[in-house]
C-alpha cells in the first residue's frame, strides 16, 4: 500500500525532478565545488598538489591575513564606505520620491524618472570611464568649472580626503533612481480615499505627507533598510576597482580589491580564500539576519 | 487660505525647478562625452568643448571601427550575449516550475529551493570559484562567460513567484485534459509569464553587455576580451600591451580624450537602444519583485 502510494506520487512528480537536473548540475558545480574549494584557506596551497594535497597549516593564514600592514584599515575603509552607501542609498531616494510624488504632470514626472535610473543600467567601467574623464584634475569639465570659479583644481580621484566621499556620491547617482522607482511603486498602492478624507479634516499638503504618505511608505522603507544590511561588507568592488589608485588605497581600498591584489595578483591562493572566507562568513550572518529582520518587520519573504 | 496657495505655489515651482535640474544633472556627464566624442582633438584639449561638439567630425568613431581588437570584442560579446541569454532564460524557466509547485505536488521543493537560495547567501569566494572554473576547462573559451553564471537564482524567484499569482484552475484544467508537466509548462505557464520573462530577458541582456570581471580574469589572451573588459583595459587600466605600435600613433593625432570618449559612448548606445524597453517592463519588474504570491 504504501509502496503502490510511493510509486504513483514518483511517477507524477519525476518530471518536477528532472526539470531541476540542469540547474542543479550547475549550482553544484560552480557554487558548492568553490565552497569545497575554500578548505585551502586552512592549507599552505601549492596548484600542483591541489585542493586535499597541499600542507595543512590551521589558521596560520588567517592569522597571517590578519597580520597585514593594512588589514584594519582596510576593513575600516570598507565599513565606512559601505555605511554611508547605505544611509546616502536609503534617504535620497526616500526625498526625491516624496518630491516626485507632488509633481502632478504626468509627462515632466515620466521624463524625470527616465533621466535618473539610466546610470542604473551602464556598467562602473562606463560611468568610471565617465569619472576619469570629467574629474580629471588638468582637463575635467568639474575642475574647469572650479578654476574658472576662482578655487584650486581638486584631484577628487586622487586625493584621500576626497575619494571615498566621491565613492558615495557617484554610487548615488547610479543607483538612487532605481530606488526612487521602488518607492513610486509603493505610493501608488496608498489609498486615495486617505487623503480626501485628510483634505475634509483641513490637512494641507505637508500634514497629508507627515500623516499619510510617509507612513504609507514604511514597510518598504524598513525592507529596503532591513536588506540592504546585507551589505555592510560590499563596499562595491567593481566601482572601487574601477576608480582607485595606489594613492589612495589610504581611504579607498576595501577588502574585495584587497582579496583581489592578494589572490590574483600576487598569487597568494590562500591568504586570499583566508580572508574572503571571513569575509563570507560575516556577510552570512549579516543577510541572515536582515532577512529574518524583513520577514519579522515587513512580512518579506524570498519566495 | 490665500497665503497657503501662495505657498503651494513657491513650492511646486521650487519643486519643478529642483527635480528637473537634478535630473538633467545625471545625464550631464554622458553628454559631455559624447560631446567630445564628436569634437576635434584640439577643440577638447583647449577645452572649449562642454555639452555640444566643437569642430564636428567622425574621426575618434573611424578610428575606433577600424581597430580589429575593437570590433572582435564587440563579436565575443554578441556570441555571449546570445549565447548566455538564452541558457539563463532556459534554465529559469525550467528551475522556476518545479520550485513554484506547493509541497503536495512536489515533496522536495523547499529543500531544492533552499539548495539555490544558499548560493546567494554564502559563496566560497573569488580564488575557489576561479580555481573551478579553471579545472573545468572554460578558461580562454567563450563558456567561461556563459555557464558559471547559468543559473541566475534572481531570476528564478522572480519567476517562481510570478508563476505561483497564476491562477491554479488554468494548471488543473490542463491536467485534467490529460497534459504532462512538460506541457503545461510550456503551453501554459510561459505564455501567460511573457511580462515576467521579458523582464528577465532585458535584464540579463544587460547584465551579459556589461559584465566585465569574468572576462578579465578568465581570459588570459587580450583577443579573447568582450567588449566591457576591453574597453576597461583601455579606458581605465590604460593597457599598452594590448595597444599595437601604429595605434600609438594614432592616438597621438586622435587625441587620447576623444578616442576614449567614443568608446565609452559605443559602449553605452545598445543600452541607450535598448532602455525604452526596459523602462516599459522595469515597473513590472519591480511589482513583480516585491509583490509575492
Given amino acids: 500500500m504504501v509502496q503502490q502510494q510511493a510509486t504513483s506520487r514518483w511517477k507524477r512528480q519525476w518530471p518536477l525532478y528532472a526539470m531541476l537536473v540542469p540547474a542543479i548540475i550547475c549550482v553544484v558545480i560552480y557554487s558548492y565545488i568553490p565552497l569545497v574549494g575554500s578548505v585551502i584557506a586552512f592549507q599552505d596551497f601549492t596548484p600542483f598538489k591541489g585542493w586535499f594535497g597541499s600542507d595543512w597549516v590551521g589558521l596560520d593564514q588567517f592569522r597571517y591575513a590578519f597580520e597585514l600592514p593594512d588589514i584594519w584599515k582596510i576593513i575600516r575603509n570598507t565599513v565606512v564606505i559601505s555605511l554611508m552607501k547605505i544611509v546616502a542609498g536609503l534617504f535620497v531616494p526616500i526625498l526625491f520620491a516624496l518630491l516626485l510624488n507632488e509633481i502632478n504632470k504626468m509627462f515632466v514626472k515620466r521624463s524625470i524618472q527616465t533621466l535618473i535610473y539610466l546610470p542604473h543600467f551602464l556598467s562602473w567601467v562606463i560611468l568610471g570611464g565617465i569619472l576619469i574623464d570629467i574629474l580629471s584634475p588638468s582637463e575635467g569639465m568639474v575642475n574647469q568649472l572650479i578654476k574658472w570659479l576662482g578655487f584650486e583644481p581638486v584631484f577628487f580621484l586622487g586625493d584621500n580626503r576626497w575619494f571615498p566621499y566621491i565613492l558615495v556620491l557617484t554610487d548615488t ?22 487623503y480626501e478624507a485628510a483634505v475634509i479634516d483641513g490637512a494641507g499638503r505637508i500634514k497629508q505627507t507627515w500623516h499619510i504618505t510617509l507612513p504609507g511608505m514604511i514597510p518598504i ?26 594613492q589612495v588605497y589610504e581611504s579607498g581600498d576595501v577588502l574585495d580589491t584587497l582579496i583581489y591584489r592578494v589572490g590574483l595578483e600576487d598569487m597568494q591562493y590562500s591568504v586570499a580564500t583566508a580572508l574572503g572566507l571571513v569575509k563570507s562568513v560575516v556577510s552570512f550572518a549579516f543577510i541572515s539576519i536582515s532577512y529574518w529582520l524583513a520577514y519579522r518587520l515587513a512580512n518579506y519573504r524570498i519566495f | 487660505m490665500q497665503s497657503s496657495s501662495w505657498g503651494r505655489s513657491a513650492f511646486q515651482l521650487f519643486n519643478y525647478v529642483f527635480l528637473i535640474a537634478m535630473s538633467i544633472l545625471c545625464i550631464l556627464p554622458l553628454v559631455h562625452i559624447l560631446a567630445i566624442s564628436f569634437s576635434s582633438s584640439a577643440a577638447v584639449s583647449a577645452g572649449d568643448v562642454t555639452f555640444w561638439p566643437v569642430d564636428f567630425t567622425f574621426k575618434s568613431y573611424s578610428f575606433i571601427l577600424d581597430n580589429p581588437k575593437f570590433l572582435t570584442s564587440v563579436g565575443i560579446t554578441l556570441e555571449r550575449v546570445v549565447i548566455g541569454t538564452i541558457i539563463n532564460l532556459f534554465l529559469a524557466v525550467l528551475t522556476a516550475y518545479p520550485l513554484s509547485k506547493e509541497v503536495s505536488a512536489f515533496r522536495h521543493r523547499t529543500w531544492f529551493a533552499w539548495l539555490f537560495v544558499f548560493t546567494i547567501l554564502f559563496n566560497g569566494g573569488l580564488i575557489p570559484w576561479y580555481m573551478t572554473i579553471k579545472m573545468t576547462g572554460l578558461i580562454d573559451t567563450i563558456w567561461a562567460l556563459v555557464l558559471p553564471g547559468a543559473v541566475a537564482v534572481f531570476h528564478i524567484i522572480l519567476l517562481l513567484n510570478f508563476f505561483r499569482a497564476l491562477p491554479k484552475e488554468l494548471e488543473e484544467a490542463a491536467f485534467v485534459d490529460g497534459a504532462g508537466h512538460w506541457t503545461t509548462l510550456w503551453r501554459i505557464m510561459v505564455p501567460l509569464s511573457m511580462p515576467a520573462i521579458a523582464t528577465i530577458l532585458l535584464f540579463t541582456l544587460v547584465q551579459h553587455w556589461n559584465s566585465w570581471f569574468d572576462g578579465m580574469i578568465l581570459m588570459n589572451k587580450p583577443a579573447h576580451y568582450p567588449l566591457a573588459t576591453y574597453l576597461q583595459s583601455i579606458i581605465i587600466k590604460l593597457d599598452f600591451e594590448n595597444l599595437r605600435q601604429e595605434d600609438i600613433y594614432l592616438l597621438g593625432l586622435i587625441s587620447d580624450r576623444t578616442s576614449k570618449a567614443a568608446q565609452i559612448f559605443l559602449g553605452t548606445l545598445p543600452i541607450l537602444l535598448a532602455y525604452p524597453f526596459l523602462q516599459k517592463h522595469f515597473m513590472k519588474g519591480i511589482v513583480l519583485g516585491s509583490v509575492k504570491g
Fill in chain 1, 221 to 246: 522603507i524598513v525592507l529596503m533598510a532591513t536588506l540592504s544590511l546585507g551589505n555592510v561588507l560590499n563596499a562595491g568592488f567593481d566601482q572601487v576597482f574601477n576608480l582607485y589608485s595606489p
Fill in chain 1, 173 to 194: 547617482w547610479k543607483e538612487f533612481g532605481f530606488s526612487t522607482i521602488v518607492y513610486l511603486a509603493a505610493l501608488t498602492g496608498i489609498n486615495p480615499a486617505l
